[in-house]
């Protein structure tokens, strides 16, 4: 009983203090929708409402708290007298665990690819919602005060909108934009040397060797078990950018190169695959050729990438999501790709001319010796032939 009285004082102080700023301000008025704004940021869910129609209606800030939360700390908001019009601003991660402590809802959706989604059948949204609330501090058995609510509510595809302008061969973590709405993971691409996924692949200065098994692996992480990665398509090219100016298909859904492995895809938060090394025509000549591998990568649910994972072993015809025919060719938004660093490999004329070299070599150092035997061979049938001269002129003249 003390706490409620307690709690309707304070709320009568600073509804007092709020009503003497409020006073005059174009927004001390009943509320209206347009009161709140809502950004939907890469990390976190922000929220601006304006004070002084809260104040007019009764209220303050310390009655308002996230879907009726009043009890918890972090569901409440905080003030900014000093912007204008003055704003309560409440904010929560972008988590699972931070979207429910103040039991907003996260609900996914599955919707045809459209837009520069278009390559995809099928896209997941999040959808998180919540309202902010207002708390009566009416004791009594009947109130006069309007009841104070504003819903909101982001909407999030589950596909990757990144920038590819940093890229590492151990690892390339995409930075999600600010600004698009995309849901917030890290996601990066490691090149293995072994079908165990262990040993880390080591280029060396000469290039590998052409038909080296290169294994890839595209990984998750910060993210709950509800999603799992999926590879739409990977693909090579003489750029470090995903372009498709020169490139190679490793495989487009169940279409493959006849080198590439496939191993895991959209069954866990890693995808898995591999494929012999090769080298660009377009390096006919050069000493070492170069390329990159990217991958057209999105989450699913993990409900849902079974409807999306093709069937490769029946009729890829008339199964498959996009084909390489469709008008829209190949190509995906590079927005949603994930590349690789440099991967350099040797070209076989190279390897020739190395073991031409050591054949010249080795004919050369064994016709020296052949040649110093002769040689020698000469110089001793010249001084037996010489000495036996000698000895038939001293038994002349004797």
């Not at 709950?224 to 003489?238: I, K, S």
């Not at 090769?278 to 991958?295: E, K």
Request: glycine fraction near 6%.
């Amino acid at each position: 009983m003390w706490l409620v009285l307690l709690t309707f004082q304070v709320a009568k102080l600073l509804l007092a203090q709020g009503e003497n700023a409020c006073m005059g301000h174009s927004t001390f008025r009943s509320p209206a929708p347009s009161d709140i704004e809502v950004h939907c940021g890469s990390q976190t869910v922000d929220l601006e409402i304006f004070l002084c129609p809260i104040y007019f209606n009764g209220y303050n800030e310390s009655l308002l708290a996230l879907n009726s939360e009043h009890s918890k700390h972090q569901c409440k908001g905080t003030t900014d007298w000093m912007a204008d019009p003055p704003v309560v601003k409440f904010n929560f991660s972008i988590t699972e665990g931070a979207i429910s402590a103040c039991s907003n809802l996260l609900t996914v959706t599955q919707e045809p690819g459209t837009g520069q989604f278009a390559d995809f059948s099928s896209v997941e949204y999040v959808t998180i919602s919540g309202m902010v609330c207002s708390e009566d501090p009416s004791t009594g058995a009947i109130t006069y005060h309007q009841e104070v609510m504003y819903r909101f509510s982001c909407r999030y595809p589950l596909q990757y909108l990144v920038n590819n302008t940093q890229m590492s061969v151990s690892g390339v973590s995409l930075a999600v934009r600010d600004n698009n709405g995309s849901f917030i993971s890290t996601l990066s691409m490691q090149l293995y040397s072994d079908n165990n996924y262990s040993s880390a692949m080591q280029i060396p200065a000469g290039g590998l060797e052409l038909k080296t098994r290169i294994f890839v692996e595209v990984k998750a992480s910060n993210l709950t078990n509800r999603f799992n990665v999926l590879l739409d398509r990977c693909y090579a090219t003489a750029s470090p950018f995903p372009i498709n100016t020169t490139f190679h298909d490793l495989f487009v859904g169940c279409n493959r190169d006849g080198q590439t492995v496939m191993g895991i895809n959209g069954q866990q938060q890693k995808a898995r695959f591999s494929f012999e090394a090769f080298r660009f025509v377009q390096f006919t000549g050069s000493a070492l050729s170069t390329y990159y591998v990217h991958c057209a990568t999105r989450l699913c649910v993990n409900s849902f990438c079974p409807t999306l994972i093709q069937n490769c072993t029946t009729d890829t015809n008339s199964k498959r999501r996009r084909s390489i025919d469709d008008n829209q060719d190949t190509t995906v938004s590079d927005m949603a790709t994930i590349s690789s660093g440099p991967i350099t490999t040797r070209q076989d004329n190279d390897l020739q001319q190395t073991q031409m070299n050591s054949s010249v070599v080795a004919v050369s150092i064994v016709a020296g010796i052949v040649g110093s035997i002769c040689l020698t061979l000469v110089a001793f049938i010249v001084y037996k032939v010489m000495y036996k001269s000698k000895i038939s002129i001293k038994t002349t003249l004797s």
